[in-house]
């Protein structure tokens, strides 16, 4: 049982536009949701992350968009840069779990220069 | 300070051999975890750990053990190797707060052949 689920599975975007990769969840009880991007051989690491009482949330380049009641939420990634390659999984966290996160499948982001 | 650390880089295993995955963190974090990547699938829960001598299961926890002394050390045990446990595998730690960041270590390549 996926209980969030990513889309697309990979993307490829020339450099300067904009990448959108897109997640819905399931449980409506989840109430934090990270961002995470991976280059390779490498873990994860946390990018950007918002909460459900926020419809968006921006740092720099990067804009989590939250539609809490589609239980749907995206990311864009502006000016999209070579050294933004990498693999990008979207996650979702119920309550005071803290150490339980539910992520997507995961998106291989490859930005053409 | 060295933030989550694993050892080893990568395993060659056969089929029924045993093995322990390391994991440590330096960040006095409560909350540990285990999750196991493979492709398409994102990350996956194992096992996890909110303090010392206190585990749980995650969403894949066949076949996998765990125990927690320390605050620092979270083990992770294959006691009979499976080629189905091929995968890369993660720690993961992070305080008990509304919007703490889950670090991972570079995580642990295992094949089982």
């Known amino acids: 049982q996926q209980q969030v689920k990513q889309s697309p599975q990979s993307l490829i975007v020339q450099k300067g536009g904009i990448s959108i990769i897109n997640c819905a969840y399931e449980?409506?009880?989840?109430?934090?949701f990270p961002w995470y991007q991976q280059f390779p051989g490498k873990g994860p690491a946390l990018l950007i992350a918002?909460?459900?009482?926020?419809s968006e949330k921006k740092e720099g380049r990067f804009t989590i968009s939250f539609n809490k009641s589609a239980k749907q939420f995206s990311l864009h990634i502006m000016d999209s840069q070579p050294g933004d390659s990498a693999t990008y999984f979207c996650a979702a966290r119920l309550g005071t779990s803290y150490g339980k996160l539910t992520f997507g499948q995961g998106t291989i982001l490859t930005v053409h220069p | 300070n060295a933030g989550v650390t694993q050892t080893p880089k990568f395993q060659v295993l056969k089929t029924g051999q045993s093995m322990t995955l390391q994991c440590a963190q330096d960040?006095?974090?409560?909350?540990m975890s285990w999750y196991r990547q493979d492709p398409g699938m994102g990350l996956r829960l194992i096992h996890y750990?909110?303090?010392?001598?206190?585990?749980d299961q995650g969403e894949v926890p066949n076949g996998y053990n765990v125990s927690r002394s320390t605050t620092e050390d979270f083990p992770l045990r294959l006691l009979s190797a499976a080629p189905s446990q091929t995968s890369v595998y993660f720690c993961?730690?992070?305080?008990?707060?509304?919007?703490?960041?889950?670090?991972f270590g570079p995580g642990t390549r295992l094949t089982v052949l």
């Open positions: 750990s909110v303090g010392a001598g206190i585990t």
């Open positions: 918002i909460r459900p009482d926020v």
């Open positions: 449980n409506t009880a989840f109430d934090y």
């Open positions: 960040m006095n974090h409560e909350y």
């Open positions: 993961a730690s992070s305080k008990p707060t509304g919007t703490s960041t889950q670090y």
